[in-house]
């Protein structure tokens, strides 16, 4: 296999997924500065719970972590999750003029439900890689498209201030710190454990379509 890395066989083996997150209609309706309002706030409403979600996947993420490094980074995850990006969405409520306390207690759609519990189940029930190959999907894909957003123009401040969150470094530094653990785990994984991992990550883009299209229904 020479150079060629683990992460971007994982990526390849998974492009018709990937390539439709980065052309969805999500995307290309922020991209061209032209996502409703509507949809943007059941958005936020279902990404705001997600990230409570996503604290409890990084908490399984840390016990299971192979040393102190990864246990290190990890910490660092959990504090940016519980304040920077909790932090974030108190000011987008206040800023749309909706109360927080409403916009949490919006329904979810099944879509988002199936999101949030498979998300987890990866981390609470698999392996460490495991766990880690669906938030390097969430989160590669994530950063990749929200850096070329966030050089159009977006006249929404609180979705810019979202673009630019995704688009920053210490997003990218976190997004590459889980590539670098695919990439570490190819190293040992034998062929069953590298296809559960491609399939993992196959996966968790599939459900993050489905979450994306749920924005759109009301």
């Known amino acids: 296999m ?9 990526i390849d083996e998974n492009r018709e997924a990937w390539d439709a ?20 706030h059941r958005y936020l409403a ?3 719970a997600f990230v409570e979600t996503a604290i409890s996947i990084f908490g399984h993420l840390l016990v299971k972590a192979p040393g102190l490094p990864e ?14 990006q909790i932090a974030y969405f108190d000011e987008a409520f206040r800023e749309i003029g909706l109360a927080e306390s409403g916009l949490r ?28 190959a669906a938030m390097f999907a969430a989160e590669w894909m994530y950063w990749h498209w929200c850096r070329k957003a966030a050089s159009r123009r977006i006249s929404d401040p609180a979705l810019r201030r979202w673009v630019d ?12 710190w889980l590539k670098q653990q695919i990439d570490a785990a190819g190293e040992t994984l034998d ?6 991992v491609s399939s993992v990550f196959g ?10 299209h749920a924005a759109y229904s009301a």
Not at 22 to 28: C, G, L, M, N, S
Not at 167 to 176: D, P, S, Y
């Open 2 to 10: 020479g150079d060629r890395r683990f992460s971007d066989e994982v």
């Open 21 to 40: 997150m980065q052309t969805h209609r999500f995307v290309q309706d922020i991209q061209e500065d032209r996502l409703s309002p509507a949809v943007f």
């Open 46 to 48: 279902y990404e705001s």
């Open 71 to 84: 246990q290190r980074w990890l910490v660092g995850v959990l504090k940016a999750l519980s304040e920077e």
């Open 105 to 132: 207690g919006l329904a979810l759609p099944m879509p988002v439900v199936v999101f949030q519990k498979s998300m987890l189940a990866f981390a609470a029930h698999g392996p460490y890689v495991e766990g880690v």
């Open 165 to 176: 969150l995704h688009a920053a470094e210490g997003f990218e530094a976190q997004a590459r």
């Open 191 to 196: 062929r069953a454990g590298r296809r559960r």
């Open 203 to 212: 996966l968790a883009l599939r459900l993050e379509i489905d979450f994306h």
